[in-house]
């Protein structure tokens, strides 16, 4: 069993989020405001197992399409706002939790690329030359641009309506909310820049080959009959291995509890015959709850249904069964390269290589063996 | 010459991975357990040998680190008080798993061997005369189960951080154990050197040499090897370190076979032999925390490694 999130259907509503800590009674992680579009958990952690990853994208949906040649597209939505965001954190209540960002990764990204090749983040600037933020206005030359970024982030935090373009200097930062006016209202139509959201409800991915687990050296993590991955709670001394094994970085610490944490995909609720609490509460069924081969059947129709509309962008993450990990049991439709969404393009399961590294460690071992003998059996003194 | 940056992609330029919530005492653990497992090869051939001085100096530092690692081991975790959970199960998966039960097998011994030397002090008659007749076997048969359990405890822990997803320790671990290996030797040797005059340290002088050639080389490796990713070993803290450890084990191997009369240089190139493997463990477990900070080094060799098999595949169907 497992899940299927179709993110082209996703509207960030967080219900997912909510009613996750609501079932499982998570503790709170904070009420903030990262910077980082609407998203205010910014990671998986001990206290979010599902969160909500809101990506601001200079391109339309649908980039590649006939309809959308010509568009004035590219830019950045905001390349100030993006480098704000990813050095900010709120208090997780976790170890590691939500760790900062590198800040000039972020604002190179963020510089929008015209042929949608996804991955490509060149620093070519848009239509306009050169940078602009989501209304347009070329941040670098903007008196309150990049300069000042990190600087008032508290003042931005909370100013939901982005500030016309005009009195940008003046007013309070401008941190990635999205405007309440259209694009290129202040800038005319040639100007504006078309941009697109792109959400995504992510979760542990059980994975099929699930690194957490082969470490764990206490046997608190364990497979269920579900084939999902869970923690048990009094059994996890908090050695924190498989936080460092997790290819998708998922898995995280409580602090004070000093225990691990994540989605356990409602095993209890599994148990007693129920979805989810996160796929029950989902109002657009983005998170789909079944059986893993019906999932993936369902995933491959959406997926010709997106293509056969022009949304040539659309590709599944996590389906194949012969991927580095086995498969997840959780996987996802995706609208951009998994990167974009700080999942790792091509993760793999650590212990894959264990056998070899095992073998490593052997000869290495007969090496020191060899080396006393020899040092020892010298006649000398 | 510097490389271009590689470009990536990542969310906000957040970590992909999350960072080892292991601290500095992680760190001083792999030194700990080497030199625990150095010493005791030490010690045993000492023993063997009869170089009672080695021996002596072998099994009592042994005990010492092997107990400090304990502490080390416990302290890093979030529920110390249920260290006993990591003896419920034995899974060859888990390098933590196996190396506790290195350890449980290696303290006891090492701890035994490390009192044994202790019996001199005891009196010649009566129930401790007993005691104190029967303790230098009980520590022979010991002090052989210690060194015979030493090479797994100091090369357990390279694939213990390699088997992580920490981009910069997973791609080294054909070097890991090598320079844990190498590391371990080095420090064994230098307690010997700090220990035994001259006349009875030839042995540590030669394991010195050995330990420095594979830490060297190993150290070499990592740091040229895997490209991207042997950035973090080279540049800031991760890279002073292990600077500082390949010159401490040059000066210390120089100083080991140079100052060979000398019981003073024979005794400074031992600390320097400690201190480079002090420093050395402390370069390659902070170079792997900074790959896992920064997604350029998750990113980047996977996104090039997809890359490479679209090309392949791509390739047929032209
Ligand atoms: S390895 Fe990570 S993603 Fe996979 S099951 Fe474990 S915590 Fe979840
Ligand atoms: S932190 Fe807990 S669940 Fe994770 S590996 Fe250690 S004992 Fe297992």
């Known amino acids: 069993m497992g899940f299927f999130t179709d993110t082209s259907v996703c509207i960030g509503c967080k219900a997912c989020e909510v009613a996750c800590k609501e079932w499982n009674g998570v503790p709170g992680s904070g009420l903030d405001l990262l910077g980082m579009s609407y998203d205010n958990t910014g990671a998986l952690t001990a206290n979010s197992w599902r969160h909500v990853a809101f990506i601001e994208q200079p391109r339309p949906s649908g980039h590649g399409s006939a309809p959308f040649t010509g568009t004035p597209t590219g830019g950045t939505a905001s390349a100030a706002s993006a480098t704000v965001a990813a050095g900010t954190t709120g208090p997780t209540g976790t170890q590691p939790g939500l760790p900062p960002g590198s800040p000039p990764a972020a604002a190179r990204m963020s510089v929008g690329d015209q042929d949608g090749a996804g991955v490509s983040v060149g620093d070519h600037g848009g239509a306009t030359g050169g940078p602009v933020d989501v209304l347009g206005a070329p941040f670098a030359a903007g008196p309150a641009g990049g300069s000042a970024a990190g600087a008032s982030n508290a003042a931005g935090r909370g100013t939901a309506d982005a500030p016309p373009a005009t009195g940008r200097a003046a007013g309070p930062e401008f941190l990635g909310m999205p405007g309440a006016q259209p694009p290129g209202r202040g800038t005319g139509a040639e100007g504006r820049t078309d941009f697109r959201w792109l959400m995504m409800s992510d979760v542990c991915k059980h ?33 924190g291995y498989c936080i460092s094994a997790c290819p998708y970085g998922v898995i995280d610490q409580r602090r004070g509890d000093g225990r691990a944490w994540k989605c356990t995909l409602c095993y209890d609720r599994l148990g007693a015959g129920m979805t989810p609490a996160c796929a029950q509460a989902c109002p657009t069924e983005s998170i789909q709850y079944g059986p893993l081969d019906e999932l993936r ?72 063996a060899a080396a006393t003998v020899v040092a020892f059996a010298g006649r000398s003194s | 010459m510097r490389v271009p940056e590689a470009e990536f992609t990542s969310y906000y330029g957040r970590p992909i991975l999350k960072p080892p919530v292991w601290k500095w005492d992680i760190a001083a653990y792999l030194f700990t357990g080497g030199l625990a497992a150095g010493s005791s090869l030490l010690a045993a051939g000492g023993q063997v040998t009869g ?56 303290g006891p011994a090492a701890g035994v061997a490390a ?114 990713l042997s950035e973090p070993y080279r540049q800031g803290r991760p890279g002073r370190l292990l600077r500082a450890g390949r010159l401490l084990t040059a000066a210390g191997v120089t100083g080991a076979v140079l100052g060979r009369r000398s019981r003073a240089v024979g005794a400074l190139s031992g600390a320097a032999l400690l201190a480079a493997s002090v420093v050395t463990r402390f370069g390659i477990f902070y170079g792997g925390v900074v790959s896992a900070r920064d997604p350029r080094y998750t990113v980047v060799p996977q996104r090039e490694r997809v890359n490479a098999r679209r090309t392949r595949t791509d390739l047929p169907a032209d």
């Open chain 2, 115 to 228: 009192i044994a030397e202790g019996a001199g002090l005891l009196p010649r008659r009566g129930l401790l005369g007993l005691v104190g007749r029967a303790l230098p076997p009980a520590g022979h048969a010991a002090g052989l189960v210690a060194a015979a359990t030493a090479p797994a405890l100091a090369t357990y822990t390279g694939v213990l951080l390699a088997d992580t997803a920490v981009p910069s320790w997973h791609e080294a671990y054909p070097e890991l154990p090598v320079v844990f290996a190498g590391s371990a030797l080095a420090s064994g040797a230098g307690v010997g050197l700090l220990a035994a005059p001259p006349a009875e340290a030839g042995p540590a002088r030669r394991m010195a040499v050995a330990g420095a050639a594979l830490e060297l080389y190993g150290a070499h490796r990592v740091e040229t090897r895997l490209g991207l």
């Open chain 2, 51 to 106: 170089r009672p001085a080695l021996r002596r100096a072998g099994r009592v530092t042994a005990l010492a680190a092997v107990s400090a690692s304990a502490v080390f081991l416990i302290r890093d975790l979030g529920r110390p008080e249920r260290f006993h959970h990591m003896l419920r199960v034995a899974k060859p998966t888990s390098p933590m798993s196996v190396g506790t039960w290195i350890l449980t097998a290696f």
């Open chain 1, 207 to 239: 994975c099929t080959h699930a690194a957490c687990l082969d470490v764990c050296p206490t046997g608190s993590l364990f497979r269920t009959e579900f084939g999902t991955v869970v923690v048990q709670e009094d059994i996890c001394n908090g050695c």
């Open chain 1, 297 to 368: 059947e369902r995933a491959a129709v959406r997926v010709a249904t997106l293509h056969g509309r022009g949304v040539s962008e659309a590709r599944l993450y996590g389906h194949d069964p012969n991927d580095g990990v086995g498969g997840d049991g959780a996987f996802f439709l995706l609208l951009d390269e998994p990167e974009v969404y700080g999942l790792p393009p091509d993760p793999v399961v650590t212990t894959r290589d264990l056998p070899a590294m095992w073998k490593r460690a052997g000869l290495a071992a007969l090496a020191m």
